[in-house]
């Protein structure tokens, strides 16, 4: 008699723990997907930064050719500077390696070593683009998709695009609709100016 009920809770809890062992292994590969997908998403992110920062000291006015060559009348009359001490300014220059210096090192103006490069539309431009060229709300997954097979260099995750889809929308250029638990996205008029001014 008593064989019989510890042969069904033996049967029982290894049934348990094969259930639990599947459900284990599920939420493993549910999280090491996520993972994969979060390091994509920080690989984006530290692009944007250094583009941004690109950009940042592209920006930085530098001197024309008259003003470098002949000193202002400030400067004339300044006291020169004793050649063994350097002002705060000039060090502070020379650290962060201003256009001319730039110029100097690559025998090109700052500008030219970004312009030759050539540089990849981006995400944003890129999904305006889609929405452009339908006039009905779309799914962020449709225009993945639709991305993917036009842009086959470009492989963004869906996180990624949707996320780039809400900062269109932040900004304006793009509106979202919801249908039932669906979101789609349409591009709004200040869209299409900003992606014909590009």
Known sequence: MTSQPASTLRTRLVDQAASDLKENRRRQQELAEKLRMLKQEEALLVDILKLAERYESLAEPSPS????????????????????????????????????????RTGKPAGAAAKGKSRQPL????????????????????????????????????????????????????????????????????????????
Do not use: W
Not at 76 to 94: D, F, I, M, N, Q
């Open 65 to 104: 050719p008259e003003q470098a060559s002949s000193p202002s009348p400030e400067q004339a009359s300044a006291e020169p500077v004793p050649t063994g001490t350097r002002s705060r300014k000039a060090s502070a220059s020379s650290s962060t390696g201003t256009p001319a210096r730039r110029t100097a």
């Open 123 to 198: 995400l944003g431009d890129l999904l305006m683009s889609l929405l452009a060229g339908d006039d009905g709300p779309r799914l962020a997954k449709e225009l993945r998709g639709e991305l993917l097979e036009k842009h086959p260099d470009r492989s963004p995750t869906p996180q990624v695009v949707r996320n780039t889809l809400e900062s269109l929308v932040a900004k304006g250029h793009v509106r979202r609709h919801r249908q039932q638990r669906s979101v789609m996205y349409t591009l709004e008029e200040s869209g299409r100016h900003a992606l014909a001014a590009r």
